[in-house]
C-alpha cells in the first residue's frame, strides 16, 4: 500500500482541547483501520512549522484525501499529505526515469 506523511497543526480550537489527544489518537486510528488504512505512527512536539507528523498507509491517494477532508471537517487541525517511498522503491523510479 502507498505510504503517506501528514503534516498537522493545532487551528485554536485544537489547542484549547489539547487534553483530548489520547482520546483523539485512539478515536483517529480506529476510524482509519474503518478506511482501510494502517497508522504507522504519530509523533508530536516536532519543535518546527507544524505540531506533529503521521504516517500512514492507505489503499490509494483517493482514500487519503478523504481521511485529511474528514479529520479537516472537525476544525481543531490542518492537514497536509505527503506520498512517500522507501528507498528502494525511489531508485528504481530513478532508474526508469533515466534510462
Not at 32 to 37: D, L
Not at 73 to 92: L, M, P
Request: aromatic share 14%; net charge negative.
Amino acid at each position: 500500500m502507498p505510504t503517506y506523511v501528514t503534516l498537522f497543526k493545532h487551528t485554536q480550537e485544537g489547542k484549547e482541547g489539547i487534553e483530548r489527544i489520547p482520546d483523539v489518537y485512539q478515536e483517529v486510528t480506529e476510524q482509519f483501520r474503518a478506511m482501510g488504512a494502517e497508522n504507522m505512527g504519530v509523533y508530536y512536539g516536532s519543535m518546527g512549522e507544524y505540531d506533529g507528523f503521521g504516517i500512514m498507509e492507505v489503499p490509494d491517494g483517493e482514500t487519503a484525501e478523504t481521511i485529511r477532508l474528514a479529520f479537516e471537517r472537525e476544525g481543531t487541525h490542518h492537514f497536509e499529505n505527503y506520498e512517500v517511498f522507501e528507498a528502494e522503491e525511489y531508485f528504481e523510479m530513478i532508474e526508469e526515469g533515466t534510462s
